[in-house]
């Protein structure tokens, strides 16, 4: 790490505190849309999943969008470096074996913002999981079928 600059230093030691909560933006590469396809969204949601299940995040709020997707968690160990080399990988194998298509998937980067605890995360929550209304991709929240958080 000491070839980064010390801002950035800083910032994956921000985010990867354990107990810290996270919004996460990441896009496709190239803007693809593979997850038009309902499915090959599921694929990324088992890997929400699994992380979750694995201990490594508290799941909050997130929704798959056909070409990225927003997640809000709370990082319970591990680094979020980690934590997302896992998620893009794993899914970026399902999601080519399940469609038959092959090469990169995701961005290599993704946006990351840390929220306090006393942020009004109900509210933030419900504005990631309302992209696919403002994105015109339906006429009710509940009609789009890649979303989910705790509080509702």
């Given amino acids: 790490m000491a070839d980064l600059p010390a801002s950035h230093r800083l910032r994956i030691g921000r985010l990867s505190e354990p107990n810290r909560v996270c919004l996460i ?53 591990g680094s979020l470096a980690d934590l997302m080399c896992q998620v893009k990988s794993k899914s970026t194998r399902t999601v080519n074996g399940a469609s038959g298509r092959n090469g990169r998937l995701w961005q290599e ?35 789009y079928p890649l979303w989910d958080a705790i509080w509702l």
């Fill in 109 to 143: 980067s993704f946006h990351d913002r840390a929220l306090r605890k006393e942020d009004d995360l109900i509210k933030m929550a419900r504005y990631v999981v309302a992209n696919p209304l403002r994105a015109g991709l339906v006429e009710r929240i509940g009609d």
């Fill in 25 to 77: 933006t990441t896009n496709t590469h190239e803007r693809i849309r593979p997850f038009s396809d309902f499915h090959l969204g599921r694929l990324v949601v088992w890997q929400f999943r699994l992380a979750q299940y694995q201990g490594l995040v508290n799941s909050l709020a997130w929704v798959i969008m056909p070409d990225h997707f927003h997640w809000i968690f709370e990082l319970k160990k």
